[in-house]
């Protein structure tokens, strides 16, 4: 299973699979998400650490249990040949209606078939007030080519 754009990357193929990300991500579905993963993919967010597609569905299903009305937004910082950086932030409220915004950093390592064989996300949550967010767009579909992104946003 070939995932595209696939290393070695250039600055536009590295802004390309950024946004596949994002997009797939948006859809909060652990199961579509997880196949943009080897097989055997090693993750580490915050302090838990998964490996393989089964273990990567079964935190981001509980992930998206906690977090609700999840927006996200990444954009590239750097790359190489088959890695890329990004940094990112998303919105999200609890079951109380805490809403939060959480700012990150992911490095991500890609096999020859574009598929991501290592994830390392370092991530701080900050509780903000539900008018200080900043990602509004429907969540029927991921986000608009016309709304800001990180940069834009001043974040």
Not at 2 to 13: D, G, I, K, Q
Not at 34 to 61: C, H, K, P
Not at 119 to 144: L, M, Q, Y
Request: hydrophobic fraction near 35%.
């Amino acid at each position: 299973m070939s995932r595209p754009p696939l290393p070695p990357f250039t600055e536009a193929s590295a802004i390309q699979k950024a946004r596949i990300a994002e997009d797939a991500w948006n859809t909060c579905d652990p199961e579509r998400i997880s196949l943009a993963y080897s097989e055997d993919s090693w993750w580490r967010n915050r302090s838990t650490f998964a490996q393989g597609r089964a273990a990567i569905v079964e935190f981001l299903t509980g992930k998206w249990e906690r977090e609700l009305d999840y927006r996200l937004i990444k954009e590239l910082w750097a790359y190489t040949g088959d890695v890329i950086a990004v940094r990112f932030a998303y919105e999200y409220h609890n079951a109380e209606g805490q809403w939060f915004r959480a700012y990150g950093n992911e490095n991500w390592r890609f096999d020859q078939d574009g598929l991501m064989t290592h994830r390392h996300a370092s991530i701080n949550d900050v509780a903000i007030e539900e008018s200080e967010r900043k990602f509004f767009w429907d969540t029927s579909g991921p986000r608009p080519a016309d709304h800001p992104g990180l940069s834009e946003l001043g974040l």
